[in-house]
């Protein structure tokens, strides 16, 4: 299997090296050069598979000859070792036709787990028995950060610089990176928006100086394995709901758009999937751009559901590359246009090719109260703010009424215990295995949002290459 970069000018990488590099030399983000497909037969053969069986039948093509099967299947299986429910993903019914996707039983919480405790394990492989020291720079909303700290907390060879914009994120999502104290992690608090750390991280990739110094890779869903390994769920969640012989609809909350990429990457390779539901919050320049055409950033507004504050979607531009008939150089100059302006208008082939899979829903604050609200009282279920705006938008969504709709679940309700408990009157606990965080000690450095401040810090603490 190979991989190119959007932009056009990259040279083509393979797995291994695509899953080191992160972003690509142009800027663009890596994609396979051929889609892999799973006939209708195979996609039936992979009922009642385990997750981890099912993972390595739908990430082989992916990982061509970077990785064996077997040494696939073992990494799988010391990932999904770690989460606290042995279907990794469960599905949760919550009436005759809606169902949750729960993705947050990892170690941290949150669905980033699920794509990347098996991303540390892919790193420790591939730099084994080399010289490489990895210096991964990355961004958080959130969940990312607590999620890549976590899977190579320990590490060797690695140390990880995550950026979080200060007091924008929850409690126990800044705690849960800030109280693990392994030398080779550092946080860094920024005075800014996620927007502001996320163009930080992409220009720390693209200056050759420091680029040059530092052997830098990505775990925001930038980098091309975190969106493979979660194309599983997708297919996991299907099959159990009668795919392929039934279609499913998936509504999916999410501000970078990795999560739903990974969706499309499913409906690509074969699976029947009705719709992809984008569910934003106000910050809703998703919403805006699959709906006009209208791809426009504003300002970021803060809400309960922090992880979707975001104006500047990074993944949407694998769609973009993939809906304009994978022209690179049509595609860097249309993103140019896009960064020198914070605007940009899709073509009608975008547009268009987006409408045939995609629909897409706006959810305010007082929707998602609601949809919490009604979770609580009619399915006994208790959603986090995010989830809670992907049920909203899967309730309202204009879907046959013979197609079953799973809402992705992407966060344990206790990480936002005082939003849950505004909507629902109950607070949410943390399960046992973190039930101490809030008496655990933390470390973060807060700096101001510039590229010289930033590298400065890494420069200082990072490990260059040999």
């Known amino acids: 299997m190979r991989y190119q970069s959007t932009r056009g000018t990259a040279p083509e990488l393979d797995f291994r090296d695509v899953t080191l590099a992160g972003l690509a030399s142009d800027g663009g983000l890596y994609v396979p050069v051929e889609w892999p497909t799973m006939g209708a037969d195979q996609i039936a053969d992979l009922a009642g598979l385990s997750y981890v069986e099912t993972a390595v039948r739908v990430m082989q093509p992916f990982v061509g000859d970077s990785l064996g099967e077997t040494e696939l299947r073992d990494l799988c299986t010391a990932a999904y070792g770690r989460f606290g429910h042995d279907a990794v993903t469960p599905l949760v019914q919550l009436d005759h036709r809606h169902f949750l996707l729960e993705l947050f039983h990892g170690p941290t919480l949150a669905f980033k787990d699920v794509a990347l405790q098996l991303l540390g394990l892919f790193f420790e492989r591939f730099i084994a028995g080399t010289d ?36 924008r994120v929850s409690d126990v999502q800044r705690r849960q990176m800030t109280t693990v104290l392994s030398p080779n992690v550092h946080n860094i608090a920024i005075e800014g928006s996620f927007d502001d750390a996320q163009a930080m991280v992409k220009a720390m990739f693209n200056d050759a100086s420091f680029a040059g110094r530092f052997q830098v890779t990505a775990v925001n869903s930038i980098n091309w394995a975190r969106l493979m390994a979660q194309v599983v769920y997708y297919f996991y969640a299907a099959v159990r709901l009668g795919a392929p012989h039934r279609t499913v609809a998936f509504s999916v909350p999410t501000g970078n758009f990795g999560d739903v990429f990974a969706g499309y990457v499913a409906a690509r390779m074969g699976l029947p999937v009705e719709r992809l539901i984008v569910a934003t919050n106000v910050n809703d320049i998703l919403h805006r751009a699959l709906s006009a055409g209208d791809y426009s950033t504003g300002t970021v507004t803060p809400t ?103 809402t992705l679940a992407t966060a344990h309700p206790a990480k936002f215990g005082d939003a849950v408990e505004r909507a629902t009157g109950f607070r949410p606990p943390l399960p046992p295995r973190v039930g101490d965080l809030f008496d655990r000690e933390e470390r973060y450095d807060v700096l101001p949002a510039t590229f010289d401040a930033i590298t400065g810090y890494v420069a200082e603490r990072g490990t260059p290459k040999p």
């Open 304 to 406: 309960a559901a922090p992880s979707m504050d975001i104006q500047v979607s990074s993944n949407f531009e694998r769609l973009l590359f993939d809906l304009a008939g994978r022209d690179g150089a049509a595609l860097a100059e249309q993103m140019r246009g896009f960064e020198a302006s914070r605007a940009m208008r899709l073509t009608n082939a975008q547009q268009q090719g987006a409408g045939k899979l995609f629909a897409s829903d706006r959810i305010d604050a007082g929707e998602m109260a609601q949809a919490m609200a009604w979770a609580a009282s009619r399915a006994g279920q208790i959603l986090d703010p995010h989830t809670a705006i992907g049920l909203a938008a899967a309730r309202r969504a204009d879907v046959a009424a013979q197609v079953p709709v799973v």
């Open 132 to 167: 490489r020291h990895l210096t991964i720079v990355g961004a958080t909303s959130g969940d990312t950060g607590s999620a890549a700290i976590d899977a190579v907390a320990g590490r060797e060879g690695i140390d990880i610089f995550m950026l979080h914009p200060r007091g």
